[in-house]
């Protein structure tokens, strides 16, 4: 969980008890699992097809991966945060890697 200044206080706090949670549930260390960014690795795919909808679904690809032996990976990636006057500023952001 990077870059959380604008990140209301109570947002904070849960993301970061869920993300330690969620970790000891995968048996990982993953810093942000509320991060929406994944990139998934085609063979793994069809593993983590689960029940789930919405937003519990991100949090049971980790715990499926996990289970099936995959490694989980975080990395800072570059996203751009549209303003009024139509500029762009670069932001960075976690994503999270399933291989």
């Given at each position: 969980?990077?870059?959380?200044?604008?990140?209301?206080?109570?947002?904070?706090?849960?993301?970061?008890?869920?993300?330690?949670?969620?970790?000891?549930?995968?048996?990982?260390?993953?810093?942000?699992?509320?991060?929406?960014?994944?990139?998934?690795?085609?063979?793994?795919?069809?593993?983590?097809?689960?029940?789930t909808?919405?937003?519990?679904?991100?949090?049971?690809?980790?715990?499926?991966?996990?289970r099936?032996?995959?490694?989980?990976?975080?990395?800072?990636?570059?996203?751009?945060?549209?303003?009024?006057?139509?500029?762009?500023?670069?932001?960075?952001?976690?994503?999270?890697?399933?291989?």
């Amino acid at each position: 969980m990077n870059d959380v200044g604008e990140m209301p206080l109570v947002r904070r706090l849960v993301n970061g008890y869920m993300s330690r949670k969620i970790s000891r549930a995968c048996g990982q260390e993953i810093p942000d699992t509320q991060c929406g960014f994944r990139m998934v690795h085609r063979s793994i795919i069809p593993n983590l097809l689960g029940g789930t909808e919405r937003f519990d679904y991100e949090t049971e690809m980790l715990i499926l991966a996990s289970r099936a032996g995959c490694a989980i990976a975080s990395s800072r990636s570059a996203r751009f945060i549209p303003m009024k006057s139509a500029a762009f500023i670069p932001s960075v952001t976690p994503s999270v890697f399933l291989s």
